[in-house]
């Protein structure tokens, strides 16, 4: 219901099913999951990225160079309620593969999400590098 509080249910089942579309590189569902006008701020990327327009163009980009994700686990997540918006955090490890190579990658995630009538999307994506020395798993 549009008027109800989120609940930890309701967030890990939209960041479940959000981390299950980049892990499969389903586009579609994969951007269904965010708002129109969600941010964007990736270690990786030389500005925030200020829609999802403009994160699907990089996409597309990677896309187009034969880029794939090839597996992506979450682990630690934690969700914080804010009634109708909710962050979630997690760590996250990611293997993408592009031209016959793959490449591994540790980083912390946080996803904003915010009611929209029924749905429940992302608003905002961060993602920050796991120092190395941080042990696997557990990286508060």
Not at 25 to 36: G, H, I, L
Not at 58 to 67: P, V
Not at 102 to 122: C, M, N, Q, Y
Request: negative net charge; contains cysteine.
């Amino acid at each position: 219901m549009p008027d109800e509080n989120l609940t930890d249910d309701d967030v890990l089942e939209a960041a479940t099913a959000l981390v299950a579309a980049f892990r499969a590189t389903d586009t579609r569902a994969y951007f269904d999951s965010f708002a129109e006008d969600a941010t964007f701020v990736f270690h990786t990327e030389q500005r925030r990225l200020d829609n999802r327009a403009d994160y699907e163009r990089l996409w597309d980009g990677w896309i187009a160079d034969g880029w794939r994700v090839t597996e992506c686990n979450s682990s630690n997540p934690r969700v914080q309620l804010l009634g109708d918006t909710a962050v979630f955090t997690h760590d996250v490890r990611t293997t993408t593969a592009l031209d016959g190579a793959s490449d591994t990658t540790r980083e912390r995630e946080t996803i904003v999400f915010r009611r929209s009538g029924t749905a429940l999307k992302a608003v905002h994506e961060h993602l920050s590098p796991v120092p190395a020395e941080a042990p696997e798993g557990n990286t508060p």
